[in-house]
């Protein structure tokens, strides 16, 4: 079986426990969303097909009026996450369309190319408050969760002050 770009996401988060769809989906809006998301478009087919190929096992798990499935992880499953984890990374692609219109922004008047700036910086003090928040909350995560979340924090940290050091040096320019 050919994974898709979500089937480590899902091998992963049932590493840890049993859960639904709607489970992974909401796992998935708190923690990877910001580096690797999943739509309900995706995460449902992907568990039926990890179900079909033996990876996964689902099972019904009503809750309340509602109904649910509920999938955990198979021993071929966690052996094809293993094997994930083994195999070395791909270079990450960047696809940032705020950096693509900075890229860009001499076509604009200063003042306006400046603003995109300042629309990113904001974006980024936006994501910092929120993985502050996350990083306040009470609770011990995993070691590599722990880690994933430092990354934030600090990439966050890097483009707010990059952001800041920039405008105030372009700044200049339109003085000169």
Known sequence: MEPTAITPVILGLLASRPRSGYDIKAVVDRSTRFFWAASYGQIY?????LEKAGLVEGR?????????????????????????????????????????KLFFADALPLEQALEQLRVRRQGHEEFLAFLREV??????????????????????????????????????????
């Not at 087919?45 to 097909?49: A, G, N, T």
């Not at 966690?78 to 990374?89: M, N, T, Y």
């Open 135 to 176: 990083d306040a909350r009470p609770g011990d995560d995993p070691p590599f969760v722990d880690l994933v979340l430092r990354y934030g924090i600090a990439y966050a940290e890097f483009n707010v002050e990059w952001c800041k050091r920039e405008e105030k040096r372009l700044s200049r320019k339109e003085v000169a």
């Open 60 to 100: 019904n798990a009503p809750s309340g009026g509602r109904r649910r499935r509920e999938f955990e992880l198979t021993a071929k499953g966690r052996e094809e996450l293993l094997r994930w984890l083994a195999d070395p990374a791909a270079m990450a692609e960047l696809r940032d369309e705020s950096l693509l």
């Open 45 to 49: 087919p992907e568990l039926r097909r």
